[in-house]
């Protein structure tokens, strides 16, 4: 265990000044976080690995073209906004966001597709397509992820689980509404025809879980886009990330890039601080760990101050996905292709278990492809398009040498998107960079490359996820991806606002010091 007077330390500011709280990574989970410590009175530092702000939300500029690197769909527009009204402020001032519609096109095998929007007339009538006998199917199936939502994210999102009485408080509405059933299982009870029970079964795939195993709690996801819709960020997600660390500097913080945490300053059982890459330690009162939350037990947590989060836990737990994402650009424009599509393979089922299950790289593939300059021009050279295309592949366990295979991989799904949405793609490409598992351990620091943390199965939610005040540490928090409630940008949002109830005011922590 590192003791803080080992090596060069940044003081604390005198105990009559603000108390101080370090926030390691500035993805949006860290950047909310850092903004909610500022209004309760803290100055806040922010650490950031890269060399730009952002995390999973990183922003690639190259060649004209402007990639955002990773989430890009917002679903919960509220969860912004309340943060610039923390600083007194409008997001509208800084943030357009405009309304994309179909949320997403669903493509099969056979070149058919499914609309996927919020419109309830425009749903009934896209099942009619395909299953006139679903339609009452679809009505059952809103109405239950409309209740399975007012209690898994307008009761649950925010709640703390801190103690295990939480989950035993909520195990009979749990119960009562199938959460012990797949998300897969959920849908199929709704849905006769097998491909309406693959369109209405994906959304779990968003934030890193299999459909088929995945707790029917993640149903709401169906109702949290028809309550809000799906939105995008004029400018790119960017312009989000730029906004919020904006606010923070606006409350007095700060933002360090280029800053690795090495390890988290631990002394008899409180966080005390971070010791950096470059042998600095910043002291703190309060520390928070955006970073990934197994990677933050596993590497930056002295394994003698871990009780409950042992190596032998973290390496046992089941880690999702990862994603193999290839962004690039072309010189021309392709305005029949919607801002979102997903692309289904000749498999679902058994392209997930080998996902999941067995870890390995199957020939075949699904994609979501992400058209951004559908909605916003401004992201390409004029009578270009930007894209990324991204698909689910397993996490690092499966042995696999990105290194070797990534370009194959990519000349593959690029001939995919070729022969079925893209037509002459190989021909039109003047911009490409890829991002691959090996990419979101090493750059991104993810345990085992898994792109979203910790599964989303029921043994792995709420209670049983890494509690977002520390079990084992005092003043150290967790948010982000790999805590309470889990991934995608309302998730990683709502465990900031956890903190509210947690993390005590910056007053109260100066009221103790000068007793």
Not at 279 to 288: C, K, L, R
Not at 481 to 492: D, I, N, S, Y
Request: aromatic fraction near 10%; include cysteine; charged fraction near 20%.
């Amino acid at each position: 265990m590192l003791d803080s007077t080992s090596v060069r330390a940044t003081p604390l500011a005198p105990s009559h000044r603000q108390p101080h709280a370090v926030v390691i990574g500035s993805g949006f989970g860290g950047l909310a976080a850092a903004i909610r410590l500022g209004a309760k009175g803290y100055c806040v530092t922010v650490l950031e690995k890269l060399d730009a702000p952002g995390g999973r939300a990183y922003v690639y500029r190259q060649d004209g073209f402007t990639f955002d690197a990773g989430p890009t769909i917002v679903t919960a527009p509220f969860l912004f906004e309340e943060l610039w009204k923390l600083c007194g402020r409008k997001m509208s001032d800084d943030v357009t966001l405009v309304p994309v519609s179909p949320f997403y096109r669903i493509r099969f095998q056979d070149g058919s597709h499914f609309d996927y929007s919020g419109d309830p007339g425009a749903m009934r009538r896209e099942t009619a397509r395909f299953s006139p006998s679903d339609v009452d199917g679809y009505d059952a199936y809103m109405k239950a992820s409309e209740e399975i939502f007012k209690v898994g994210f307008e009761r649950l999102g925010d709640v703390a689980f801190s103690k295990w009485t939480d989950m035993a408080k909520i195990a009979p509405e749990m119960l009562r509404l199938s959460s012990y059933r797949s998300v897969y299982s959920l849908v199929s009870k709704f849905f006769r025809d097998t491909r309406l029970r693959v369109v209405f079964s994906f959304h779990p795939l968003l934030i890193g879980g299999n459909p088929l195993t995945a707790s029917s709690i993640y149903c709401l996801i169906a109702f949290l886009e028809r309550r809000w819709g799906v939105h995008f960020s004029l400018g790119g997600t960017g312009r989000l990330v730029d906004g919020l660390v904006r606010l923070i500097e606006g409350q007095g913080g700060s933002l360090r890039c280029n800053q690795e945490v090495r390890e988290i300053v631990v002394t008899n059982g409180v966080a005390r601080g971070v010791r950096l890459d470059s042998g600095e330690t910043i002291e703190a009162d309060v520390v928070v760990s955006n970073a990934d939350s197994a990677w933050t037990y596993r590497h930056l947590v002295p394994a003698s101050a871990r009780a409950r989060w042992t190596d032998r836990r973290i390496e046992r737990a089941r880690y999702s996905m990862s994603l193999f994402v290839w962004y690039f650009g072309t010189r021309r424009r392709y305005e029949g292709v919607p801002h979102h599509t997903i692309l289904l393979g000749p498999r679902y089922k058994r392209l997930l278990t080998d996902i999941f299950d067995r870890k390995v790289l199957a020939d075949d593939f699904s994609l979501y492809l992400h058209r951004p300059t559908a909605t916003d021009a401004s992201l390409a050279p004029d009578g270009c398009d930007a894209f990324y295309v991204l698909s689910p592949v397993p996490h690092l366990q499966s042995g696999t040498d990105w290194s070797v295979v990534a370009d194959d991989y990519r000349q593959a799904i690029a001939g995919e998107l070729s022969r079925t949405v893209l037509p002459g793609l190989e021909n039109e490409i003047v911009s490409s960079r890829m991002l691959t598992p090996q990419d979101f351990q090493d750059r991104l620091s993810s345990f085992r490359g898994a792109a979203f943390g910790l599964e989303p199965i029921l043994t792995q939610s709420a209670w049983f996820r890494p509690h977002n005040k520390s079990e084992d540490i005092e003043n150290l928090y967790l948010v982000g991806a790999g805590t309470h409630p889990g991934a995608g940008l309302p998730g990683v949002l709502s465990s900031a606002r956890v903190l509210e109830s947690l993390v005590p005011d910056a007053s109260h922590l100066a009221s103790l010091v000068t007793a």
